[in-house]
């Protein structure tokens, strides 16, 4: 009985011990993307005018309703990465380590290091405060993290302006994240609530999953990304900026129409992302099918 | 047994608090907030540059052994907030000021600031009706010192003291100063008839003055010389002239009149959205619609987030200076 006890005792102190010193390296490793979730979003990418699901504002329908895909022809826009809300649903594999006070040997920082556009990220458990409001933004932002139990809670400022959709829907550079980082055996899962007080209606909630990989090998990361932008239009004035003007973009619906849905959901806003939506979309007419060439 | 039991339980659980207490505390070096004074505060931008913030505008300070160089003064009621602010940067007299323009939360604080200070020549600095003084150079465009004066026997709308004692009337001006080239360059016609940006290039950092920045629509300031084609000339100018750096961005930065510091990558979406805004209400124009239908029409909605807020700077009044500047004069 009384070994019993030791052993009891001795295992729940363990637990209690250890439990912040394992959860501050078990997320360490190579993790990949797997893809299952919004595959054709996240592989070829989203269709024009799909907003289904985006809680976006009717700033940010205006403004995704005047992007012209041509503006990433633009020298300027070519080279652009993915900002820290968006990057972890592309073509992506994560290696996840950590910086170590060499003095105390505790873990001061994570670091991710992402294979779209080879972005390393850094979310701080030092303490340290964020920047002041007018510190530079950077594509991954400045983070600052802590443990809850074996949970990494993420809060994420100073990100630049990106995109919450890659066909026009933007992330503002007032947008903030918080990101829940949980491990389940080799699945890895990063909650992100992104909340974007200029484009959207209400909190945009993603959820994300990466598998363990133990046999990455060095050349499936980007090592490097050197990209160098050219004229793709040659002869095009250096000014111009592809856009549609109000109500000139031919676009819009052709989403709905090639896959038989009503046009007021793919236009997006925070209704469409509840459930109870559907009874809704049940009610409306469903344009006519394009007609055959 | 029992009380090797109790020993053993005791010293692990004092091991799990200590474990735990190290575990939240994460200890490593806090980062530096700051360094505030009077209400303002600086930041290193890069190289030899620095900002300080919250003067009424943003001042560029670049440091080195020869002493300071100021790109304008905030507003008159901080001068002193910001001439502390350079002290902690460096115990070194003023030299230069360089003014982007002629507005008051730019130009406030050139004569506190330039009084305390000394040219390098330490010949002193002719200032018009007080012979030579002892006091830092004032540079500036030509028609900076045009509108900050007016000929004599009319009231000047600021005080002589406070003019600039070095003009410039060409394309730019460019001179050696603490390691590293500076180049002044004016943009005719855009946000007055005075801007100029200065460039510190082995810094790679760029004041912009009012051209460009983060937390307003572009001010056109017509009674000034301002225009809408300057301000985007300006703004594809400054493309021209930043180079991002690895993974796009960083590289060179650029210190906006108001706001956050910022790279090419902001710098383009503000060119971006100043050229749509413009491309809507020339069609508006071209359409024939008055002042009031485009002004109903609400051209900048989607960016009325970003830069609608502006204390003296509205969406509307943008776009009734667009307005007015793209109209055909009959």
């Known amino acids: 009985m009384a070994r019993l006890t030791l052993s009891f005792i001795t295992l729940l102190a363990l637990t209690l011990s250890t439990t912040p010193v394992a959860a501050q390296s078990f997320l360490n490793g190579d993790w990949v993307g797997t893809f299952h979730e919004d595959q054709p979003e996240r592989g070829p990418g989203p269709e024009l005018g799909d907003y289904l699901g985006i809680p976006v504002n009717a700033a940010g329908r205006q403004y995704a309703d005047s992007w012209d895909a041509s503006r990433l022809t633009l020298p300027e826009h070519q080279c652009r990465a993915h900002v820290s809300p968006y990057i972890y649903r592309g073509p992506i594999r994560v290696r996840i380590t950590e910086e170590i006070d060499p003095g105390t040997q505790t873990v001061v920082a994570i670091k991710h290091f992402l294979s779209t556009y080879a972005q390393e990220r850094t979310i701080w458990l030092d303490g340290r405060p964020h920047p002041p409001e007018e510190a530079p933004h950077t594509w991954m932002g400045f983070s600052t993290g802590e443990w809850q139990g074996r949970v990494l809670k993420v809060h994420t400022t100073h990100i630049k302006q990106g995109w919450h959709r890659r066909n026009g829907i933007p992330m503002s550079a007032k947008a903030t994240m918080t990101e829940y980082f949980i491990r389940h055996d080799n699945v890895l899962t990063q909650v992100s609530i992104t909340e974007d007080p200029v484009f959207l209606e209400e909190p945009l909630v993603k959820t994300t999953n990466l598998l363990l990989d133990a046999a990455t090998t060095p050349n499936q990361y980007q090592a490097w990304l050197f990209c160098q932008a050219d004229d793709e239009v040659p002869g095009r004035d250096p000014a111009y ?10 676009f819009l619906t052709e989403f709905a129409a090639l896959h038989g849905l009503p046009v007021p959901p793919t236009r997006g806003g925070a209704e469409t992302m509840y459930p109870q939506y559907m009874d809704k979309v049940k009610t409306m007419p469903i344009p006519a099918p394009p007609a055959r060439r | 047994m029992l009380k090797q039991i109790l020993v053993v339980a ?72 910001v001439l502390a602010a350079v002290r902690q940067l460096t115990n070194r007299p003023v030299r230069n000021i360089i003014n982007t323009h002629s507005h008051a939360d730019h130009v406030g604080g050139n004569e506190k600031v330039g009084a305390s200070g000394a040219p390098i020549s330490g010949r002193g600095v002719a200032v018009v009706g007080a012979g030579t003084v002892a006091r830092a150079e004032i540079i500036a465009h030509e028609e900076t010192l045009n509108r900050m004066s007016a000929p004599a026997g009319s009231q000047a709308p600021t005080p002589v003291i406070a003019w600039p004692t070095s003009t410039f009337s060409g394309k ?27 460039f510190f ?30 301000v985007l000339d300006g703004l594809n100018q400054l493309l021209d002239l930043v180079i991002s750096g690895e993974k796009t961005e960083g590289g060179t930065m650029l210190i906006p009149g108001h706001g956050r510091i910022s790279d090419e990558a902001d710098l383009v979406e503000y060119r971006d959205m100043t050229t749509i805004i413009r491309d809507r209400v020339q069609d508006m124009v071209n359409r024939g619609m008055t002042l009031a239908q485009v002004q109903a029409a609400r051209p900048t909605m ?10 003296g700077w509205s969406a509307t009044q943008f776009v009734e200076a667009l307005y007015r500047g793209l109209k055909p004069v009959k």
């Not at chain 2, 209400?39 to 900002?51: A, F």
């Not at chain 2, 905030?74 to 001068?79: D, P, R, S, V």
């Open chain 1, 241 to 250: 900026v592809p856009h549609h003007l109000p109500g000139k973009n031919p």
């Open chain 2, 172 to 198: 730019h001006k460019e001179f050696y100063y603490n390691g590293e080239g500076v180049q002044i360059v004016h943009f005719p016609s855009a946000h007055t008839d005075g801007d100029s940006i200065v």
């Open chain 2, 10 to 81: 005791a010293a692990v659980i004092i091991g799990a608090l200590s474990a735990h207490v190290d575990g939240r505390a994460q200890s490593g070096a806090p980062v530096s907030p700051p360094r505030r004074e009077g209400g303002l505060y600086t930041m290193p931008v890069q190289g030899n540059v620095h900002v300080i913030i919250g003067a009424g505008s943003n001042i560029a300070v670049q440091v080195g052994s020869l002493g300071p160089i100021l790109v304008d003064t905030g507003t008159e009621q901080n001068a002193d907030a």
């Open chain 2, 201 to 230: 290039r082995r810094s790679d950092v760029i004041a912009t003055g009012d051209v460009y920045s983060t937390v307003s629509y572009p001010i056109i300031d017509a009674q000034r010389g301002g225009s809408i084609q300057g």
């Open chain 2, 302 to 311: 989607e960016y009325d987030g970003l830069y609608g807020a502006a204390p």
